[in-house]
């Protein structure tokens, strides 16, 4: 019985998920003008600040499930632990990935060495780290160096958030538009909104099934 509900409540959020993102995406495409500097290439910024948003709730769970680990050494901690730092390297690189495509347009080049995009280079590499342990690494020792490895790539994210505050912005390429207060469009909130409601939603439908996984993956092991 409890697992037939837990199967209905996952098809359940996975269609309320497939809703947000399509009318995230007809805010996003359709609703929202064009930005006066940036034009349309803006429109990707919706889903580049959600994703973001979805990592750091990833990283979140990371850390406090590494801390529950090292406490305790309770091998559900290490399934929280995995399932969310992979998550956590999936949203990063989706950031990554939109944001380079986002710079290339806009300012014509996808990188630059300042110290939000550096550190947040660091973020991805450190949890593309995590991955390659959690694949090769020691596996009598691999669920301690993994929640070592959690609490080092959840302390980068308040450096990284801040880290843009190190330079004048007109030294560097990421817009503050957030911390400056840059949508004044209802419209662009509302759309940004449901964007972040949307990848969040998807993110914890994403962990919640991943945690099973482990958590299966765990019994056959010990059988």
Do not use: C
Not at 1 to 14: I, K
Not at 30 to 51: C, L, T
Not at 184 to 198: E, G, K, W
């Amino acid at each position: 019985m409890g697992r037939r509900f837990l199967n209905t409540f996952t098809v359940l959020l996975l269609a309320l998920v497939t809703v947000l993102m399509a009318y995230a995406l007809y805010l996003s495409l359709i609703v929202v003008p064009n930005e006066s500097s940036m034009g349309p290439v803006q429109r990707i910024f919706y889903f580049h600040v959600g994703a973001a948003i979805a990592s750091y709730l990833s990283i979140a769970v990371v850390f406090f499930s590494s801390l529950g680990y090292l406490a305790t050494k309770r091998r559900l901690y290490d399934a929280w632990n995995v399932s969310a730092a992979e998550l956590g390297f999936v949203f990063t690189t989706i950031v990554l990935l939109s944001g380079m495509i986002w710079g290339y347009s806009a300012w014509n080049t996808p990188f630059r060495l300042e110290p939000r995009l550096v550190s947040f280079l660091l973020l991805w590499l450190i949890f593309f780290s995590f991955v390659l342990l959690r694949s090769f690494g020691d596996r009598q020792r691999i669920a301690s160096h993994s929640a070592i490895l959690g609490v080092l790539g959840a302390i980068m994210v308040p450096i990284m958030i801040y880290s843009v505050k190190l330079l004048p912005q007109t030294a560097q390429l990421h817009p503050q538009v957030l911390e400056k207060r840059g949508l004044q469009d209802p419209d662009m909130v509302f759309a940004l909104t449901i964007a972040i409601l949307s990848m969040s939603l998807f993110q914890f439908v994403l962990l919640f099934v991943r945690v099973r996984l482990e958590l299966i993956r765990q019994r056959i092991e010990e059988i």
